[in-house]
T-cell receptor, first 114, second 112 residues
């Protein structure tokens, strides 16, 4: 059974600082997704990582995937208050073809303080 | 624009009542999913469907059922609502290319 672990679960940081959120998973997978959720809102797709070594960047966020280590990171550069949200990683189960499920981590609640 | 909509967005019901949450998507995606979100548990998969007439149980399926009679809709039914089913429910559909999930706005259900 695929297990996905995020850490930290809670992250309070100051504006302007850098930090990394980690997503570890337990079985082989070649696809990983990052989502953002604002309080009371739905989940919004941030990044789709489709292969080993994939790196995607959008503004102050950069995501990477190491399938050998079963690890993805979401790096935050020079945090700003607008980045305050909950971030989820989700990993594709390897059931083959186009029929598969995503397993989500528990989420990281990020608070950026002035 | 294509989208995914859920209704109702908020519902209060009593223990023992039957409740149905609707989910409708206009992307023509084959794959659709229902999750519940609770503090401390993240998102947990309730039921999912890979196409018309196909339904499957997720990790927390007890007390819930779904049906898929067409591509656009996957309604979620709580046969006899329990207080433990108070939660926020998200429907999602998935593109076949990247596998990215697109989520509805959520339905907040309170069972008294």
């Amino acid at each position: 059974e695929l297990k996905v672990e995020q850490n930290p679960l809670f992250l309070s940081m100051q504006e302007g600082k850098n930090y990394t959120i980690y997503c570890n998973y337990s079985t082989t997978s070649d696809r990983l997704y990052w989502y953002r959720q604002d309080p009371g809102k739905s989940l919004e797709s941030l990044f789709v990582l489709l292969s080993n070594g994939a790196v995607k960047q959008e503004g102050r966020l950069m995501a990477s995937l190491d399938t050998k280590a079963r690890l993805s990171t979401l790096h935050i550069t020079a945090a700003v208050h607008d980045l305050s949200a909950t971030y989820f990683c989700a990993v594709r189960g390897n059931s083959g073809g186009s029929n598969y499920k995503l397993t989500f981590g528990k989420g990281t609640l990020l608070t950026v303080n002035p | 624009d294509a989208e995914i909509t859920q209704s109702p967005r908020h519902k209060i019901t009593e223990t023992g009542r039957q409740v149905t949450l609707a989910c409708h998507q206009t992307w023509n995606h084959n794959n659709m999913f229902w999750y519940r979100q609770d503090l401390g548990h993240g998102l947990r998969l309730i039921h999912y469907s890979y196409g018309v007439q196909d339904t499957n149980k997720g990790e927390v399926s007890d007390g819930y059922s779904v049906s898929r009679s067409n591509t656009e809709d996957l309604p979620l039914t709580l046969e006899s609502a329990a207080s433990s089913q108070t939660s926020v429910y998200f429907c999602a559909s998935r593109t076949d290319t990247s596998g990215e999930l697109f989520f509805g706005e959520g339905s907040r259900l309170t069972v008294l």
